[in-house]
């Protein structure tokens, strides 16, 4: 099965900080990723599908970028209401595998 | 407006088997565009997919490789819900549990509110 590798595992950044979080496939899939915000007791949230298009109501601080194996989310501003873990997602096909998530802390 | 709401108990003893209701409401689990799946998040293991339900002139199932021995998932027409049984459940299988709707693009846009699972004696 195809891994899905998240870096870093976590991270420290202030409100306003530019933040990137990148995720790696262990083979290509092509434009098939998605990404997810989480909160502690809350459901995921879904920010990104196919890799870079914007979720309808997410911010547009939040985009996604890459194809094939190397993927990025980025935060352009990094708000209060932004601090939480953040997880891709692989679409291509089953299973349908997340990375091992990215939590983004207050420095 | 799609709304799923999860149903079950929160504390299950060891071998014995975890059983997980998901309630439908402004869609249908026979739904020839959705597909009905079950997640779970850990500390330890962060979110994992443990698979699907759809019907697509039949009934279909795809399961993790991790949990497939052990899980099965019963979509009702009847009662517009389905839901998820994991056998033999150890500590391992403490989790939150979600279940959530799967639309084009594979995209999980509607979630349940999530039931914490507990596995002990």
């Known amino acids: 099965d195809i891994q899905m590798t998240q870096s870093p595992s976590s991270l420290s950044a202030s409100v306003g900080d530019r933040v990137t979080i990148t995720c790696r496939a262990s083979q290509s899939i092509s434009s098939y990723l998605n990404w997810y915000q989480h909160k502690p007791g809350k459901a995921p949230k879904l920010l990104i599908y196919k890799a870079s298009s914007l979720q309808s109501g997410v911010p547009s601080r939040f985009s996604g970028s890459g194809s094939g194996t190397d993927f990025t989310l980025t935060i352009s501003s990094l708000q209060p209401e932004d601090f939480a873990t953040y997880y891709c997602?692989?679409?291509?096909?089953?299973?349908?595998?997340f990375g091992g998530g990215t939590k983004v802390e207050i420095k | 407006q799609i709304q799923l709401q999860q149903s079950g108990p929160g504390l299950v003893k060891p071998s014995q088997t975890l059983s997980l209701t998901c309630a439908i409401s402004g869609d249908s689990v026979s739904s020839n565009s959705a597909a009905w799946n079950w997640i779970r998040q850990s500390p330890s293991r962060g979110l994992e997919w443990l698979g699907r339900t759809y019907y697509r002139s039949k009934w279909y199932n795809d399961y993790a490789e991790s949990v497939k021995s052990r899980i099965t998932f019963n979509p009702d027409t009847s009662k517009n819900q389905f839901s998820l049984q994991l056998n033999s459940v150890t500590p391992e299988d403490t989790a939150v549990y979600y279940c959530?709707?799967?639309?084009?693009?594979?995209?999980?846009?509607?979630w349940g509110q999530g039931t914490l699972v507990t596995v002990s004696s």
């Open positions: 959530a709707r799967e639309g084009a693009l594979t995209t999980f846009s509607y």
């Open positions: 997602q692989r679409t291509d096909s089953t299973p349908l595998t």
